[in-house]
């Protein structure tokens, strides 16, 4: 079983707070579920979530060996865009996530892709066939690997970045330059593990950005990714201080009705690889992310929703 241990030094809080921020890798709910079934102890002796941890406590966490999972075949309307006997382009609608996770087995673009036909192993059960990954609720268009030898020749043109990965986003506040590239190394938010941040130290990660449109309020962009890095765009432009409208992670206190960040994959190209000839697909907007541009280019007013994520 894993086993985890720490000993506070300047750490303050609730035990279940602390020993997730502590075990980077381990959830806050981990951690409740493991002092409920009394696997956390400090100093030897089992505690309610709610202790307060004191200098020099040592917390021991023991975890389960977490069960084996394998994506399952479900039956599900894929919006294909393109497919052959190596590559299928999906344009993934906005909510769904890509893949199995543990708490999440069920309803993924990878349970509707098993039962539509074969997929590349290389990625084993969990996510077979998933050369790259868009964030739940962002929607628009995804590379899927049917072989191999599709799966290493789509991820070595990632690598070495002679693909075509373009957004569009709607974004808070009026952006005055034209075009613009953010370089900001990005890792996980030392403060909040289900957050990325701007980490010195952390990973290289580049987006080239193209005003498309300007409103009262908010600007509408096309982003280019020079890397792919987690909730790359997102963060970006939180940076700049002009955060994707909706962004329940990122965005303001108040943002745009709708179901998520205003970030759409429209264009995806990459070279075949076994055909060797260039593909490139466009996938429209989605109908909210349509609806809401055409009420912000009437001039008609919007009214702001809290952001349920901030």
């Known amino acids: 079983m894993p086993e985890y241990t720490a000993r506070i030094d300047q750490e303050t809080g609730r035990i279940d707070k ?38 020099a406590d040592v917390i021991t966490l023991v975890l389960p060996e977490p069960e084996p999972i394998a994506a399952q075949p479900e039956p599900m309307d894929l919006d294909i865009v393109y497919e052959d006997d190596q590559v299928i382009v999906v344009n993934k609608s906005q909510g769904m996530v890509v893949h199995p996770a543990p708490g999440h087995l069920h309803g993924t673009l990878v349970n509707g892709l098993l039962a539509h036909g ?24 995804l590379m899927i690997a049917k072989t191999d030898v599709a799966h290493k020749s789509l991820t070595e043109q990632l690598r070495q970045k002679t693909n075509l990965r373009e957004y569009v986003a709607l974004v808070h506040g009026v952006i005055s330059e034209e075009t613009g590239t ?46 792919g890095r987690t909730h790359q765009i997102r963060v970006h432009l939180q940076y700049i201080k002009h955060p994707v409208a909706g962004d329940p992670l990122y965005g303001p206190k108040k943002t745009l009705p709708g179901h998520g960040q205003f970030l759409h994959a429209a264009k995806l190209g990459f070279i075949h690889p076994t055909t060797g000839k260039w593909l490139e697909f466009e996938a429209p907007l989605p109908d909210i992310f349509a609806e809401t541009l055409a009420q912000l280019r009437s001039g008609e007013p919007i009214r702001l929703v809290p952001n349920n994520g901030r």
Not at 118 to 141: A, C, E, F, M, Y
């Open 182 to 227: 953010i370089n900001a190394p990005l890792a996980r938010d030392p403060k909040n593990r289900k957050r990325q941040a701007i980490v010195t130290g952390g990973r290289n990660a580049v987006t080239h950005f193209k005003v498309v449109e300007r409103f009262a309020d908010y600007t509408l962009i096309r982003c280019r990714l020079e890397t």
């Open 118 to 141: 074969q997929l590349s192993s290389i990625n084993g059960k969990i996510r077979p066939g998933i050369v790259h990954r868009i964030d739940r609720d962002t929607s628009g268009l």
């Open 18 to 55: 602390v020993a997730a921020e502590l075990f980077s890798e381990v959830s806050r709910s981990q951690v409740q579920t493991a002092i409920k079934n009394q696997r956390l102890q400090v100093n030897g002796q089992v505690v309610k979530a709610k202790y307060q941890v004191q200098p």
